[in-house]
């Protein structure tokens, strides 16, 4: 694929949209404790996260303030080729650490906005004002079913459509 089919596919997939939307940042995160791992429970995936197993999304935060991100999961099934990816997160001032900008390609940054995590930093979701893609993790491979249904619950108020949400299977 030319670098101009590339840099056009990024666009159509990450890049702006008519949509006002304005979906609510949390407060402020503590930056060193949202790293570390994260299991996707469920998410409306992007192009590369499509038949996804064992998900797991990884943040460090580098010295120099960026956040060294990896993906990693299972395509197609538990045994499945492990797919790496690794964007480079960017926090936006005056966010409280809570919106990101996050690179997969120079210089496109996709926007990523923390919407929810609980006080004890288990379970957050991450969405977009596009309402294309959002995701639900957890800092463990399952959660209980009442607390899914209210999280998939909070995505729905934000203005996704549940029925498109996909739930991760990990083992």
């Not at 056009?8 to 930056?31: A, Q, Y």
């Not at 639900?136 to 549940?162: A, C, H, V, W």
Request: net charge neutral.
């Amino acid at each position: 694929m030319t670098v101009i089919k590339t840099f056009f596919l990024i666009f159509l997939i990450f890049g702006c949209t008519m949509n006002t939307n304005k979906i609510e940042l949390v407060k402020s995160v503590d930056i060193d404790k949202f790293m570390g791992d994260w299991y996707v429970i469920a998410n409306i995936p992007t192009f590369i996260e499509k038949d996804a197993f064992n998900a797991i999304e990884s943040y460090k935060l580098n010295d120099d303030g960026t956040i060294a991100t990896t993906f990693t999961f299972n395509q197609g099934s538990f045994d499945g080729p492990l797919k790496t990816y690794k964007p480079k997160g960017f926090v936006i001032p005056g966010s409280n650490n809570a919106l990101w900008g996050m690179q997969f390609i120079w210089p496109i940054k996709a926007q990523y906005k923390i919407v929810y995590l609980d006080d004890d930093y288990q379970t957050t979701i991450v969405a977009r004002d596009a309402l294309d893609y959002v995701w639900l993790m957890s800092r463990k491979k399952t959660i209980p079913k009442q607390e899914l249904e209210s999280l998939i619950n909070i995505i729905s108020l934000m203005g996704y459509d549940k029925n498109k949400l996909e739930l991760t299977k990990h083992r």
